[in-house]
């Protein structure tokens, strides 16, 4: 998965340069570990839908779960964007 691999690669990089983890990016009181959890945990629902034809279900995910999470993964970007400039 390029998702995750980048991921691991980003706070591998971040954590060599004595910046925090991705794992210490917060956002209130919710971590980017947790949304990106839980994005990930929707992907493979989503995954299981479509392969199992339910487009009722898949349609559900995509128009109103999988919306919500990625907006709620906007902040975090920004935060993490910080950090990777902050290491070059």
Do not use: C, W
Not at 32 to 41: C, D, R
Request: charged share 25%.
């Amino acid at each position: 998965n390029a998702y995750l691999s980048t991921l691991f690669a980003l706070d591998y990089k971040l954590r060599n340069k004595g910046v925090k983890s991705l794992n210490d990016v917060e956002i209130g009181e919710t971590s980017f570990h947790g949304i990106a959890s839980e994005l990930t945990g929707l992907l493979k629902d989503l995954s299981n839908a479509l392969e199992e034809n339910d487009i009722v279900a898949a349609g559900d995910i995509l128009e109103y779960e999988l919306t919500e999470k990625l907006e709620m993964l906007k902040p975090y970007l920004s935060e993490i964007r910080q950090l990777v400039l902050a290491i070059q």
